[in-house]
């Protein structure tokens, strides 16, 4: 038997040590962090602006989602948890957000707040965001970012200020990542504005004109013909005149965008209702609607079962018991 000599110890010890250096970099580098982003405070004595609280939240989370090593605390989820502990959704504090954090079970929690300051003939914007380390409950020395600019440019100041986050959290972005994140779910500040002030509204009937009014402003707006859709849906389960509109809202919002999962949910709700309705009356039409219903409610389940959202694991149970239904 060959022995290795000291010499040859030491290099192949050496080799192996770099070689798990290596490999824990690696491992490092693609260490998964989640993030949760909380309502941006409004400082403006402005009600108005109350809709950009939630709004560029939303916004944020989607951008940001685009980051492989990112896991982001769907927005539902965050939600739930201000509600459990009756928080006012732009209270949560640097006092407050290591606990809504670990609740979360997020690493690092964004709180962060925004004015719109009416200078001359533009406004501008200025949104700030700080990175609370959810384990010790501090932010962290430079972990904060602002970004300002006039306000008909906000998703270019919410697309630069994503990029700054994400190098807070010591993430370099792909090319790739970086042309996903420059992706606007709009090219219409008006419409967006007036989406997100419809999903702030009660009264059914503003709601409705709000959303039909930003289609006019972009009828290619996804996330509009969703609402809206969703809107016709319920007065749907009582009046049939609305499943057209309910119908076509619905199918544009896929067709604009495809992961819109909520719509796939309300469209296979729907012929799961008109199945059961179809087989009552013993209409032909019964098979075509089960596999409709079939079909768009396995999407839903197959890219939302893995939700850490009680929202989404309700409606996903919900989901699979109609497909369970619906196959025999």
């Known amino acids: 038997m060959k022995y290795l000599s000291k010499r040859q110890y030491i290099l192949i010890s050496v080799i192996f040590s770099l070689i798990y250096c290596i490999s824990s970099s690696e491992a490092a580098e693609l260490e998964q962090i989640t993030l949760a982003i909380s309502p941006f405070k ?39 948890i201000i509600d459990e502990m009756k928080l006012e959704m732009a209270g949560i504090t640097e006092e407050n957000a290591s606990n809504v954090g670990k609740l979360l079970r997020a690493d690092y929690l964004i709180i962060g707040s925004f004015q719109k300051l009416d200078i001359g003939p533009d ?9 609370v380390n959810v384990k010790t409950g501090k932010i962290e020395q430079g972990k904060a970012a602002s970004e ?25 972005l792909s090319d790739s990542e970086i042309k996903h994140m420059e992706i606007n779910e709009t090219t219409s500040v008006t419409a967006y504005e007036l989406y997100n002030q419809a999903k702030n509204e009660t009264d059914d009937l503003r709601k409705e004109k709000l959303l039909e ?7 290619s707006y996804a996330k509009v013909h969703l609402l809206l859709g969703s809107y016709y849906g319920v007065k749907s389960m009582t009046n049939a005149y609305f499943d057209n509109s309910f119908l ?53 389940i197959k890219n939302k079962k893995d939700s850490k959202a009680r929202y989404y694991t309700w409606k996903v149970k919900k989901a699979q018991n109609k497909v369970k239904k619906l196959s025999f």
């Open 42 to 80: 409004n400082l403006m004595n402005k009600p108005d602006l109350d809709w950009m609280e939630e709004g560029f939240a939303e916004t944020l989370t989607t951008k940001l989602n685009h980051i492989k090593r990112l896991n982001l605390v769907e927005r539902v989820q965050f939600n739930e």
């Open 123 to 131: 406004s501008i914007l200025k949104i700030n965001a700080r990175l």
């Open 148 to 172: 300002e600019g006039p306000y008909n440019s906000v998703f270019k100041i919410q697309e630069t200020l994503a990029a700054k986050i994400s190098m807070l959290l010591g993430i370099g």
């Open 213 to 219: 009014k930003a289609l006019q402003y972009d009828p």
């Open 248 to 300: 076509l809202h619905l199918k544009t919002a896929i067709e604009l965008d495809p992961n819109l999962f909520e719509a796939h949910y309300a469209m296979g709700d729907f012929y799961y209702r008109k199945s059961i309705t179809y087989r009552s009356q013993q209409d032909e039409r019964e098979e075509e609607a089960i596999k409709k219903a079939l079909f768009y409610l396995n999407i839903f």
